[in-house]
């Protein structure tokens, strides 16, 4: 996402957000124009990487910073349109050249955040943040026309609820 991203929420690192980042995630994805099936795929993208940064980069703080934007990606001549989202954080820097999903052959639960990502998104880039930090860029490719009915004149209003546990909000 070279420009501003059109949407952008600050949340912090406590896992009890990651239900209102995917419901959030989706009901954009859905405005869009994709499928239920498509909107639930990108939201689960989003929950593996917000995952990976709390479990893996903050190494299970509940109060660091992280960024989501969230951009739709506009009709050109070279793409139908899409998502862009862009997730930043302050965590351990990692050599973008290692993140990398186990190999599925080895059955054992857990550890197919970055498999699952890079099968659900088109294009998936990690990279390092001046500092400190890792930045990651995925983004999902709509549907065409032909495939699909666009659905913003449908598609359900969006809710999204987020609990904030701090005294200062009750």
Known sequence: MDQRPEIELRLTSDPMYLCGARELVACIARRIGFDDMDCAKIALAVDEALSN???HGYERAFDKPIWLGISPLKPSANTIGGIVIAIEDEAKQVDPCHMKGRDLDDIKPGGLGVHIIH??????????RKGCGMRLVMTKYAPRPSDSPRLSDQAPSCKVTL????????
């Open 163 to 170: 609990n904030d546990r701090s005294p200062s909000r009750r």
């Open 53 to 55: 940064i709390i479990r």
């Open 119 to 128: 099968e659900v998104m088109n294009d998936v880039s990690y990279e390092k």
